[in-house]
């Protein structure tokens, strides 16, 4: 499975933008997808993350009921929409792929390759 990671931007604090992970090559709808983020000078650290069904939803404390995560099986992508921005949002996001929600990082086979969020103040 490959993971493209799309829709990040500059926004401004307040605003909105939708990120989306696309799958290719392979079976998507097996798989749990977490999104991650890393500041600059930061440790990586969870976001959000949808089971393989989309019944099962995980959020950081950090973006409850600001961030919301969802899945179209039948065209392979999750997506984060992401509302209420935040200075301290701006990061690049990775979406990640594993059998379970919220995995040690050793069980994250799939990774994207990340797309930069950034929210001025």
């Known amino acids: 499975v490959q993971l493209q990671a799309s829709g990040g931007g500059l926004v401004q604090a307040g605003g909105s933008l939708r990120l989306s992970c696309a799958a290719s090559g392979g079976t998507f709808s097996r798989y749990a997808v977490d999104w991650f983020r890393q500041a600059p000078g930061k440790e990586r650290e969870f976001v959000a993350g949808?089971?393989?069904?989309?019944?099962?939803?995980s959020y950081a404390d950090s973006v409850k009921g600001r961030f919301t995560i969802s899945r179209d099986n039948a065209k392979n992508t999750v997506y984060l929409q992401m509302n209420s921005l935040k200075p301290e949002d701006t990061a690049v996001y990775y979406c990640?792929?594993?059998?379970?929600?919220?995995?040690?990082?050793?069980?994250?086979?799939?990774w994207g390759q990340g797309t930069l969020v950034t929210v001025s103040s």
């Open positions: 949808i089971s393989w069904s989309g019944g099962t939803t």
């Open positions: 990640a792929a594993a059998i379970g929600l919220r995995r040690p990082d050793s069980e994250y086979g799939y």
